[in-house]
């Protein structure tokens, strides 16, 4: 028998969901669920439709993300409302205050719960992302509802 958290017998199971860009299966999942959470792969300003940045403005960039991320805990059984932790990687320091607020308007409009009650969140910036074009990559991870 499973249980709620995806457990078989003592034995823990993982659930893996797909990521296609443009039509085209990616080599990575686009979230896994195991445990009673749901772990998205990272997410950036890569549109799904074509799999390329969708603008040069982070603050676009954290839209187009946040909605991926909206997208992928929904499929999971899951939403933005579970999220518990965000890492957030931006290129440029100098785009933080944007970033910060394109995220947090995307969460009074998308899930008002998260606007005054955020997830634990670190913010790290790195030398580049895996796309030159890239300004911003959001890794959440959220619990599955009771």
Known sequence: MIGSQGNFAGVLMKKVYPLFYGGKKQKFARSV??????????????????????????????????????????????????????????????????????????????????AEEPPASTVVQVVSLSKPTMLVEFDAIAALPD
Do not use: W
């Open 33 to 114: 669920v195991s445990g009673g959470f749901v772990f998205p792969s990272g997410s950036s300003g890569r549109t799904l439709e074509t799999g390329e940045v969708s603008s040069s403005d982070v603050a676009e960039q954290t839209k187009v993300a946040l909605e991926k991320i909206r997208l992928a805990l929904e499929e999971a059984g899951s939403g933005l409302e579970h999220i518990v932790k965000m890492t957030i990687y931006l290129r440029n320091m100098s785009d933080y205050q944007a970033m910060r607020d394109a995220e947090f308007q995307y969460y009074k409009d998308h899930c008002p719960s998260l």
